[in-house]
Nanobody, 114 residues
């Protein structure tokens, strides 16, 4: 059974940092590219960042380039999202997802506010 468990969200002031984690189980983690998505209230879910199976290549949407960094540890079946210089517009529920697998986790809430 595929499971994705996100954690690490919270309330942070603008300019602050958070590190999100996503623990995966029930599939061969190293065989799948991984992504982080986010969904803000009243908006559609959007792809934020992706990483290849071996972690050698990453992609980001323009609005987070230089501030968010996706990484993975295949030995721990975990994908991370390091979030720096956070802005109020980063406020959203954040989800991880494996490519070609339809399962979503419960998400972790990130709120950026003073």
């Amino acid at each position: 059974q595929v499971q994705l468990v996100e954690s690490g969200g919270g309330l942070v002031q603008p300019g602050g940092s958070l590190r999100l984690s996503c623990a995966a189980s029930g599939f061969t983690f190293s065989a799948y590219a991984m992504s982080w998505y986010r969904q803000a209230p009243g908006k559609e879910r959007e792809l934020v960042a992706s990483i290849t199976r071996d972690g050698g290549r990453t992609n980001y949407i323009n609005s987070v380039k230089g501030r968010l960094t996706i990484s993975r540890d295949n030995g721990k079946n975990t994908v991370y999202l390091q979030m720096n210089s956070l802005k109020p517009e980063d406020t959203a529920m954040y989800y991880c997802k494996a490519s070609a697998i339809t399962t979503w986790g419960q998400g972790t809430q990130v709120t950026v506010s003073s």
